[in-house]
């Protein structure tokens, strides 16, 4: 029996329909289910990530005290005999200030001469500490570490107390040897302090205990989950491990108690301590679900020694997905009907023009874009649909010709453009050079005059040539600016890397250049940097980048006023830093100041500088794969600070 068309064309609709619903179902639920995964895996990283940046302020606020303490001409006192009780009241009144639990100062041997907590322990020796022994080489160090028991004491009274724990039955957890620790963890930094020859004469060190350091797991949580709760159950918590024990967590037990002494499962025991490795999924922690990302803690020797841990309450990510899913059902089921009704009513109208429309969209295909169908004499969509059909035949025509007059157009433009952009840049080098060659020659004599090589001159005309030389010079500068801005808009900026040593080929010869400009503007400089520091980049371009730097803090600092130099080399790359007294600027122009010709003078002199050296010693930075950036305390100081690998 022969079956009519239409009913053909609804019947396929509805097998297609019901097996696209059943799939789309299927798929729906298995892409919820992966979008919620991945959504609370991400969460929880970034979560993670904010941790860190507590901790990692922690350590900066240790390393900024211990730097300026490092620095201070009273420090210094105390190694001058008798040593002085006021010293020690001065270090506890900073480290009671600045929250720190314990804050020491040794001699260049390592042996303890003054502590700030009671029963104030002095004479033992600490040379085999790995912050004091590289403070004695003349390192600025921070990190975690692990104190025993009886340097605990030494520290202070309460230390060894606060860190003493029980381990509490933990299911799940790896068997151990002992059922208590007397150890703790701290966050520690230490800086050398210096005589006034740059000798290291000692070190200053502090930190602060981990264990049963509430407060900072507190906080951790209170920035990541703001104290949000779900169903009257805290949204997230945090714990610090030493080693798979927990000695600061807001995870609490049935009876109200934090969970400290608890322990980790042995599977996270095994990724995270035993390989070092990140470890995400779902856990149950003492009474709920949560998803959980746990990272390992390295002292600084870069041994395991803990565990950083936060968690969110899986059951929100849960009641997510369920709820997704039910409107996932619910929407397919009536699409579906909605789409057997009107595949019903128009299964019929469609068959007559669908072989006149399939036909003629095969020839428009082929290029043919001035056929069109007939339309059919009923007045209803099918019609309505093959009016639209022949409508956007003509609109495919009319838009194939403009874009073919539009590509003529733009191509003829981009031609123009990129040789005007060739004549700029070519124009801009050769002036530079020109110009910079030129100006060489003139402040060359300008500078005989002055020196009188051409016999004696009188006082106003040696003020006379010094002025001419000033500004020759400025202007040999600034032509030396726009010869780098041609290079490197050009894409010429060409890296050499090479053997060099950045302390005495960069930094020595561009102080020794800039040190009468110093003592004429009554200047002190502080140097904090080893006598020699080997790495493999381009000595030419790191001493344009330092010398804008230095010239940037010498010409904007406070006359008389202060500039600081600090250089040193960790895990392969170099760390830079030039400060000065002065106006400083507001944060929001801190990113701007690198752009090209963006200058920031607070004093309103806006004959300063061209605008181009900050933005030519970012580009050299990046082009050595660094980064640098910009820190101010408005009316106080300026830095600049710069990170550059070393690609040997």
Known sequence: M?????KRIFLNFALLISLSGILGGILGAVMINRTTVNEAQRRISLDLRSGWNVIDNELDKLRLVLTVLGGDPQVLSAFSPPESKSMTASLESVRRKCGFDFLSLTDNQGRVLIRTMQPYIRGDYLQNDPFVAQALKGQLTAGFAILDADRLKNEGHDLEERAFMVFEPTPKAKIRAKN?????????????????????????YAGVLLNRNHSLVDKIRSIIFEDQ?????????????QWDARIATNVMLANGQRAIGTRVSQTVYDNVLENALPWYDRAFVVNDWYVSAYDPIFDVENRVIGILYVGILAKTYDDIKYSLWKAN???????AL??????????????????RLADTAGKIAEGHLNLKVPEPPGNDEVRDLTRAFNLMTVSLKDREDRLNTANTALEQTNCSLQRLNVNYLDMLGFVSHELKNTLGVIYTSARALEIQVGGALSVQQTDLVRNISRNIHAAVDMARKYLDLARIESAELRINRQSMDIIQDVIRPVIQEMMPILSRKGMLLHTDFPQTLPIFADPSLLKTVFGNLFDNAVKYGAEPGEVRIQISYNNAEVSGEVWNLGEGLPVDQLEKIFEKFVRFDPRGDASRGSGLGLFITREIIAKHGGRIWAESEPGIWMRFCFRLPDSN
């Not at 059902?329 to 699409?335: C, E, F, H, M």
């Not at 789409?339 to 469609?350: C, E, N, P, Q, W």
């Open 329 to 335: 059902a619910a929407l397919s089921v009536g699409v």
């Open 338 to 355: 909605a789409v057997f009704a009107v595949s019903l009513i128009f299964a019929r109208r469609l068959t007559g023009s669908l072989t």
């Open 2 to 6: 022969r079956m009519e068309l239409y």
């Open 180 to 204: 208590s620790e007397s150890a703790g963890m701290v966050i520690m930094a230490s800086a050398p302090v210096a005589d006034l020859n740059g000798r290291p004469i000692g070190v200053i």
């Open 229 to 241: 709760t779900y169903n009257g159950v805290q949204l997230g918590n945090v714990t610090i491990f």
